[in-house]
């Protein structure tokens, strides 16, 4: 059996009710099994170069966002697919694609591995892949991660089935052997981890209005998932998983931890707690209950960062400020206050009612309380109001002396890597399990 019809047999499997990060385990094991050599093709020529699109693979209507008859629900600017339509790629081509997956292809890594850039050869493969250029970005398995075939199978699962101006695309994937890999379209920019924390030529500071554009876009492309019949919960919402193309149009990238919502009849799903410290929310990660609200605390830590400049958790700061949003927050109400903690290069250059008005939306995304915080498309629409009420941007500089102070000190970022750590100095990051509180 090809490795087409073999993957194609999984991904037929209907996920449990608890979850969708869940292979059948038969299916599984029999698809590996079956899984031929790098030369084999669904087609069962010997062109180790050919691809295929995975218009059979299909998902049971428990994985949501389809009506009753099948067809995707209706969303603004985006759909959901009742099943993927992704390229399948062989081994050996995206091997040559990212010039054997040379180090200094590399984009950045996490927990699932690590993610290369690459070249698709000719222009009818570009086309092919959908993203109407050569270049790609390659994920690619690393054989001792302890994420990886789950958030492998969650990625397909989603990606492969959503469609959004604000989501990343995925093109494909290969599946041979023991090697797993995702190919997306490549975003120019980077993250926006690297541009609010990163230092050197490569991060440009981020003016205000595009900070405002960056955050529309991301909270898009929340409140898209939120908009399904049956809600997808993103998870790990934080700013190394918003990607931007050449126009700082952002993306939501990395759904390796996405869940299917709760039904209508309940608030939250009870799962194992996953995520980033400092970007969970705290009732998350005290009971294990994921609400779709859950994703609204995540992007008002977001909110924060881009006032600040500052990382969600940074041991090198001061005792009491580790935690960015423990420490901010009293400041957020405050007028005064808040100048003395927006972010310093901005060089004051910001429109002081609008940043009081996203540092009072973020106070809101911040409710302990998840029924307390606004839906996604309350925020889209509150943003979108910022953004067309704007003022012209202040000259003058504006200083903060707890930033000229951490700066002065020399204090280094954290490395730019694909995934933002859940601890600093430590595996770089990483998602991983986060301990319940007592």
Known sequence: MGICSSICASLHHTPSSSSTDQFSSV?????????????????????????????????????????????????????????????????????????????????????????????????????????????????KLNSESMQGFQEWQSEVNFLGRLSHPNLVKLLGYCWED?????????????????????????????????????????????????ASDRKVIYRDFKASN??????????????????????????????????????AAPEYVATGHLYVKSDVYGFGVVLVEMLTGLRALDTNRPSGQHNLVDWIKPHLSDRRKLKNIMDLRLEGRYPSKSALQIAQLALNCLENEPKNRPSMQEIVETLERIDSANERPRERRVHSSYQTVNHRRGQQPLPLQYRSPLHPRQEGNRAYPLPQRS
Not at 82 to 105: C, G, M, V, Y
Not at 246 to 268: C, E, N, Q, V, W
């Open 27 to 139: 299916a599984a094991s029999q698809a590996t099994s079956n899984t031929t050599s790098s030369t084999s093709t669904s087609s069962g020529s010997s062109s180790s170069s050919s691809s295929t699109i995975s218009g059979n693979s299909r998902f049971s209507a428990q994985s949501g966002g389809s009506t009753n008859e099948g067809s995707p629900t209706p969303t603004p600017a985006g759909h959901m697919l009742p099943h993927p339509n992704l390229r399948i790629f062989s081994f050996s081509e995206l091997k040559a694609a990212t010039r054997n997956f040379r180090s200094d292809t590399v984009l950045g890594e996490g927990g699932f591995g690590k993610v290369y850039k690459g070249w698709l050869d000719d222009k009818s493969s570009a086309r092919a892949a959908g993203n109407g250029s050569s270049v790609i970005a390659v994920k």
């Open 178 to 226: 023991k090697e797993l890999l995702l190919v997306y379209e490549f975003m120019q920019k980077g993250s926006l981890e690297n541009h609010l924390f990163g230092r050197g030529s490569a991060a440009q500071p981020l003016p205000w209005d595009i900070r405002l554009k960056i955050l529309i876009g991301a909270a898009r492309g929340l409140a898209f998932l939120h």
């Open 242 to 279: 918003i990607l931007l193309d050449g126009s700082y149009h952002a993306k939501i990238s990395d759904f390796g931890l996405a869940k299917m919502g709760p039904t209508a009849s309940r608030s939250h799903v009870t799962t194992q707690v996953m995520g980033t410290y400092g970007y």
